[in-house]
């Protein structure tokens, strides 16, 4: 079968069995290693990824449910060299450390900053509940999603 | 954060303590933040490459055919006729060129079961597949049939007649202190397995060359021990294994030995397919199959006076290896040398023995034994203030190691010495006896059918930084700075990145001794064809030993170049590379001085130097299930001179959860020798909601025999935090908890008087009739 939807605003087209996981059709056929695989079944978030906005685990997620629909993945976000204020929040902070649960945090942590809402400890920490981290002990995680919110805040004040 | 900043300025040697004034400069020491993490802006993008990011076009799957067996003889492999065996590649022990070991400590584990051979644990590797796609793997797999004879099994270590390895500490004289003794407190501590649970799995890939050699890349700690483990069992020379570290998502320990195994086979199938060969665990085999921390059974017995003096501590160490020796005898050595916590003590004796049992083996796991063995002693000292009704603060200000103090291998502890330091500053920052005070308050008032219950505990710990005893002194490392011909400074050492900071924190150093910004530093790539063995990325000694070392080398490099420009380093290497090329010096690892220990006694300078540590946790019990929310936690740690206070206050928080973890939540069940909770659903660890607000706090009691005075940091916090955690319940509640972890069953069982839940570590036996 073959499916058309968005990645990172770009169109792309793939032939694949339509229960494939989206987390292997962007590893495997699309190249975009950036999301990871730690668990298989839904409990780690390390392959977290944004689906029309929404974040979910893409190793649940067979292709063709997302035939037409947008996906965003880390490499939608800043580059090494212009990194975005969520990165770069996180590096400033020491938010990375091994960096396997990163791409998946940074895509849980973009879509609560979206939401525009309060961003006090405790939201925050339900926003990435759903992703482990086994180095931080998720101090500079929160720290570092505080420092982008507040600065998203400072920038555009409603 | 807060931080204490003892030590001089001036004089880097000097250990009093004193402020150091806001913004001056101590040496190695980074200014205010430190430089942001070296692979940061990699990681954060997705361009940083871990292992199963890496693509080798035409690159084949392999697979591992494991035992379902505690303990069995291997008699045969029954390959399906209905299957095409033609399309995969089969190994099995008969096709090892050289020795079928994985090199460790002792030549007890094979890298696949021989025909005939014993299986000792569930999850042993009995030989491997390889194919050009997963389906045809998985196919293969079903096809293949394992038969094998069963053979009685051992699951606990106290039943078992087959030991690894014994030690004892003997000081003083046990006898006439527990004469002289008025009060005689005994208790025993049981902690079960805890799982690495790094978020990226095993993985390697095995890459053959053209010469008959291998090139191995993939996940780990030590390149070195895999580079030593291929050369051995393919016979293969220096040049044929090559071992290049992928970008590596955590290792904790569990990266320290396993990858060796899983190194081997995928070479193994490399070889003979003539392909490369990817070998990418999930998180299933993951949790089945590599090591975990040791369960242990520890006793103790101290003797006090009515003054609460300490006068005799007899400990009693049993730690259960799995079915293989592994790393064990020295995860033995480091719990018992750690077992009487950092108290002064004139009467000791500890003993301890690592048995066998029909389980997969334990291995490294942050703390490597202490977490262990310091979780019994902290229960002991705050078993033995309840006895005497003092507070566990009190009776720790009075017990804690001083400079001068001697430790049960007659260890003087001249230098470097925070315990008191650590224990005030927790103390202070959590305000501990004013919240103890008011718990206890609340425990006296409380009504039956109160539903919460708040609870404040206390532990302290010490960890040697650095190997046991002669460690460095064996390995031997050797680490390098260079000049290369394009005229970049770099640094060469087999030290792994795998989170803590080792690329950033080593940069750093070297630029601060040769007047360059950091970045002007690069790290060579922990790849065996290029660095040297600096030895592996384990126990706590990166940031101190090869962080020392490659200060060294700096100071040397910058020394012969300024010799000869006459002018800065700064401003004349470029020069000197044009005029006289490229210069590299290599720093061999010289012994500390007036370090001295003898392995056949037991006895002398165990540890160059030891960390200190005090956490403070603060929990609240639900008293009608059990259930524990960790709501904060104070960890004050001592390594000594601090390198990069963000990159130090990360290795607290991260090791803090990892203890809180293994104080409330993190068991592994095990029937007939197999672990039942082999899936990330079933083994929990803490997510962020979990998580207590943790606060570091970073004390410097620098170390004279580093030159930028810094001690191991990684390991330091996995020590207190669980003591600390089951304290704050016995605060709440007023039970004790001896099992880790303290779950709601146990806290439950403990309350109410209900059936105690077996204990941690131990399998249970198969249903009658035979495997289960």
Redesign the interface.
């Known amino acids: 079968m073959s499916y058309r939807f968005f990645v990172n605003g770009d169109p792309v087209e793939v032939e694949v069995p339509g229960m494939r996981r989206l987390l292997d059709v962007l ?1 495997e056929d699309l ?11 839904g ?2 978030g ?1 392959c977290s990824v944004l689906l029309d906005g929404a974040v979910v685990d893409s190793c649940l997620v067979p292709v063709c449910q997302v035939d037409g629909a947008s996906v965003r ?3 939608g ?5 212009a ?1 975005n204020d969520l ?1 770069a929040a ?5 938010g ?8 998946g945090m ?1 895509m849980a942590a973009e879509a609560f900053l979206a939401t525009n809402g309060p961003s006090d ?1 405790e939201l ?3 926003a ?15 720290e570092a999603i505080a420092l982008a919110a507040a600065q998203r805040r400072a920038a555009d004040p409603h | 954060m807060t931080r204490i900043l003892p030590a001089g300025t001036q004089e880097l040697l000097a250990t009093d303590p004193l402020l150091v004034p806001p913004g001056s400069r101590t040496p190695g020491r980074a200014t205010q933040r430190g430089p942001l993490r070296r692979e940061g802006p990699a990681k954060l993008t997705g361009v940083a490459k871990y292992a199963d990011d890496l693509v080798f076009p035409g690159a084949w799957y392999g697979a591992t055919v494991r035992s379902t067996q505690p303990h069995a003889t291997l008699l045969a492999f029954d390959l399906d006729d209905a299957f095409d065996w033609s399309q995969v590649v089969l190994v099995t022990a008969a096709d090892i060129p050289g020795d079928n070991v994985v090199s460790l400590i002792r030549d007890d584990q094979p890298i696949l079961v021989p025909i005939g051979g014993e299986i000792r644990h569930q999850a042993e590797a009995l030989c491997l597949i390889a194919a050009a796609d997963r389906e045809t793997l998985r196919a293969a797999k079903r096809h293949l049939g394992v038969r094998t004879e069963r053979l009685p099994a051992v699951f606990d270590p106290l039943d078992s007649t087959e030991e690894f390895s014994h030690i004892e500490v003997r000081r003083g004289d046990l006898e006439a202190g527990f004469a002289q003794a008025e009060l005689v407190i005994e208790g025993t501590y049981r902690v079960g397995h805890q799982e690495q649970l790094y978020i990226e799995n095993q993985a390697m890939i095995a890459v053959p060359v053209a010469d008959g050699g291998v090139t191995v890349h993939g996940s780990c700690q030590c390149p070195f021990y895999i580079h030593r483990a291929l050369k051995r069992s393919l016979q293969l020379t220096d040049a044929q294994a090559v071992v290049v570290q992928a970008e590596t998502g955590g290792g904790f320990g569990g990266k320290e030995e396993y990858p060796s195994v899983i190194a081997l086979h995928a070479a193994l199938l490399a070889r003979k397919a003539g392909k490369a060969v990817r070998m990418i665990y999930d998180r299933h085999e993951d949790l089945s199959a590599t090591t975990k921390r040791h369960p242990a059974v520890i006793h103790h017995r101290t003797g006090v006076m009515r003054d609460g003096t300490l006068v005799a501590q007899e400990i009693d160490v049993v730690m259960d290896g799995g079915g293989y020796c592994t790393l064990t005898p020295v995860v033995l050595s480091r719990g018992v040398l750690h077992a009487g916590g950092p108290y002064r003590c004139p009467n000791v004796r500890i003993s301890g023995r690592s048995m066998a049992t029909n389980t997969p083996p334990n291995g490294a796991f942050r703390g490597f034994g202490a977490p262990q063995t310091e979780f019994a002693a902290e229960m002991q000292v705050n078993r033995i203030a309840e006895a005497l009704a003092v507070s566990p603060l009190e009776l720790r200000r009075k017990w804690a190691y001083r400079e001068g103090d001697t430790t049960p291998t007659g260890q003087v502890l001249r230098e470097s010495v925070a315990a008191i330091e650590v224990l005030e500053a927790a103390a202070e920052a959590s305000d501990f006896a004013r919240h103890s005070a008011q718990t206890q308050n609340a425990r006296a008032a409380r009504q039956s059918g109160a539903r919460l219950a708040s609870g404040i505990g206390i532990a302290m710990g010490w960890h040697g930084a650095g190997f046991t005893g002669s460690g460095e002194v064996h390995i031997a490392g050797v680490a390098s700075v260079e000049l290369t011909d394009d005229g970049v400074v770099r640094v060469l050492t087999a030290q792994t990145e795998m989170g803590q900071g080792t690329k950033t924190i080593f940069p750093q150093l070297v630029a601060e001794e040769l007047g360059l910004e950091p970045d002007a530093v690069e790290n060579a790539p922990q790849d065996t064809s290029i660095v040297p063995d600096s030895g592996p990325t384990v126990a706590s000694r990166t940031a101190m030993v090869v962080g020392g070392l490659i200060i060294k080398a700096a100071r040397h490099l910058r020394a012969q170049v300024e010799a000869v420009t006459d002018r800065p380093f700064a401003d004349s290497y470029r020069d000197f590379v044009l005029e006289h090329g490229a210069l590299r010096v290599d720093e061999h690892f010289e012994p500390y001085p007036n370090v001295e220990f003898d392995d056949a006694t037991y006895t002398g300078d165990a540890y160059p130097a030891f960390g200190w540590a005090c956490a403070v946790a603060r929990v609240e019990v639900d008293l009608d299930t059990g259930e524990v929310a960790v709501r904060d936690v104070v960890s004050a740690d001592d390594a000594g001179r601090i390198i990069h206070p963000v990159l130090a206050e990360g290795q607290v928080e991260g090791g803090t959860l990892q203890a809180v973890g293994y104080a409330t939540i993190e068991e592994i069940k095990l029937l007939d020798g197999r672990y039942l909770n082999d899936r990330l659903a079933t083994y929990l660890i803490p997510t962020a909601l979990d998580a207590p607000r943790i606060e570091a706090i970073l004390v410097e009691k620098p170390f004279s025999g580093a030159p930028h005075g810094a001690k191991g940091i990684g390991e330091l916090p996995m020590d207190v935090g669980a003591p600390a955690v089951v304290a704050a319940i016995h605060d709440a509640t007023g039970v004790w908890i001896h099992d880790l972890p303290a779950t709601a069953e146990r806290i439950l069982a403990a309350m109410t008087g209900a059936p105690v839940p077996d204990p941690p570590g131990v399998s249970v036996p198969a249903p009658e009739g035979g495997a289960a």
């Open positions: 590893r190249a975009l290693t950036g999301t990871k695989e730690g668990c298989g079944e409990e780690c390390a993945t880390v490499e976000l800043g580059s090494e060299q990194l990165q996180f590096l400033e902070t020491g990375a450390q091994c960096g396997i649960c990163t791409p940074l400890d925050i920490r339900e990435i509940a759903g992703n482990l981290c086994r180095c931080t002990g998720y101090t500079k995680i929160v």
